[in-house]
């Protein structure tokens, strides 16, 4: 009987944790929502059937928000849109787990000074795009080492996980933030010159502040890699 009992017992529980406390536009705000909540803001000292009624009306007022918000979040983005916030929030996440020196971060900040320039053309300080820097390296880690473990199959076939414009990438690059400068001549493009340097167009866009619309003039000065 003692037995039973415990078993009943055990089966309230669950059904009071399903047990839908309020509705918000016709959403459910389940008593399971408010016992997580209250787990975390009160460090488990507290269960939402301890709560006065004021404070009940005071939380489920706090959830309302909460589950509004993410109802009508999900009813008016596109199913695209979701994948893409739950893309950045799972790699930021992943991210956020790697270490990065100040050494590491400085390192990369001189591989590309060369393209870190605000719209005057003046460098930007390794301070203010530091953060930048870090979230970048670690995202870049955290995709790396998924990618190492990843199987990719096309036509049957396995192939490299790696693809070649990692190479490429590197390449695009000047060498620690120094360049010369170019003088166009007639007949250049800026894909040629880039080819030229061993680098991307887009990479020599950004390094000397051009965009797509910019137009090459005889004469013209660019920033160049150091060969």
């Not at 400085?106 to 590309?112: D, R, V």
């Not at 670690?138 to 693809?163: D, E, F, L, W, Y």
Request: avoid cysteine; aromatic fraction near 4%.
């Amino acid at each position: 009987m003692k037995k039973m009992m415990v078993i009943f017992a055990l089966l309230a529980t669950v059904g009071l944790s399903a047990k839908t406390i309020a509705t918000v536009n016709g959403y459910a705000i389940d008593e399971k929502e408010a016992n997580a909540f209250l787990k975390i803001a009160t460090k488990g000292k507290l269960t939402y059937n301890r709560l006065r009624k004021k404070d009940k009306i005071d939380l489920v007022q706090r959830l309302a928000v909460d589950t509004l918000v993410l109802k009508t979040a999900l009813k008016e983005t596109k199913k695209k849109e979701q994948e893409n916030i739950i893309a950045g929030y799972w790699l930021r996440k992943k991210a956020s787990k790697y270490k990065i020196s100040d050494k590491e971060m400085k390192k990369e900040y001189q591989k590309n000074i060369a393209i870190l320039k605000d719209k005057k053309g003046k460098t930007i300080p390794f301070s203010k795009v530091k953060e930048m820097i870090r979230n970048s390296m670690a995202q870049k880690r955290a995709v790396g080492k998924m990618m190492k473990k990843a199987k990719i199959v096309m036509n049957g076939k396995v192939i490299p996980s790696t693809s070649s414009q990692d190479t490429k990438s590197k390449k695009s690059m000047p060498n620690n933030g120094k360049h010369s400068i170019y003088v166009v001549k007639s007949g250049n493009t800026l894909s040629g010159i880039a080819k030229r340097y061993g680098m991307s167009t887009k990479a020599l866009r950004k390094m000397n502040n051009m965009d797509s619309k910019s137009v090459l003039k005889i004469g013209q000065k660019l920033k160049v890699p150091v060969k």
